[in-house]
């Protein structure tokens, strides 16, 4: 299990689950310690940090099941921006204060939109927003039927 904190409701931090699905790879750890600096997560189609099963586990996103837990407990919902690492919000305050009036969610818009480019919380800002702004009980359907076939797409689930 993969546990780590990530911005939620009202600015509060709470502990993101996921299986694990890498290994510390020192090399891998480096570049990605680099770009935490510029608000950046290192992320690439070959990390050589991803396991053979966290692979398999990615591509499917079984890696995500276990946030069905921070669902469970009220941390969550099933659909909303993604919950993020809070230094990739350190350089958009006024975004972060918008984005922690709703719960994050496991799906969003980001997800079924521009699943490829989820290193960089400026690639996420016009989806969330949009979500935001839009809320409703039909949009989130609407997502959660989308989520079926970009997970089945598996496009940049790495």
């Given at each position: 299990?993969?546990?780590?904190?990530?911005?939620?409701?009202?600015?509060?931090?709470?502990?993101?689950?996921?299986?694990?699905?890498?290994?510390?790879?020192?090399?891998?750890?480096?570049?990605?310690?680099?770009?935490?600096?510029?608000?950046?997560?290192?992320?690439?189609?070959?990390?050589?940090?991803?396991?053979?099963?966290?692979?398999?586990?990615?591509?499917?996103?079984?890696?995500?099941?276990?946030?069905?837990?921070?669902?469970?407990?009220?941390?969550?919902?099933?659909?909303?921006?993604?919950?993020?690492?809070?230094?990739?919000?350190?350089?958009?305050?006024?975004?972060?204060?918008?984005?922690c009036t709703v719960k994050p969610g496991i799906t969003g818009l980001w997800q079924i939109r521009d699943?490829?480019?989820?290193?960089?919380?400026?690639?996420?800002?016009?989806?969330?927003?949009?979500?935001?702004?839009?809320?409703?009980?039909?949009?989130?359907?609407?997502?959660?039927?989308?989520?079926?076939?970009?997970?089945?797409?598996?496009?940049?689930?790495y």
């Open positions: 299990m993969f546990k780590q904190q990530r911005l939620g409701l009202d600015n509060e931090e709470f502990t993101f689950l996921k299986f694990r699905s890498m290994y510390a790879n020192e090399e891998g750890q480096k570049k990605h310690n680099n770009l935490k600096k510029d608000g950046i997560l290192y992320k690439e189609k070959d990390d050589p940090r991803i396991t053979k099963i966290g692979k398999f586990i990615r591509k499917t996103s079984i890696d995500e099941l276990p946030q069905f837990y921070n669902v469970l407990i009220g941390e969550m919902s099933i659909v909303g921006p993604r919950p993020l690492i809070p230094f990739m919000l350190d350089n958009h305050p006024e975004f972060r204060a918008k984005r699943r490829k480019r989820n290193t960089n919380a400026k690639y996420m800002i016009p989806h969330d927003l949009e979500y935001i702004d839009k809320k409703s009980i039909v949009l989130d359907f609407w997502i959660i039927l989308r989520t079926f076939k970009a997970v089945i797409n598996s496009d940049g689930a």
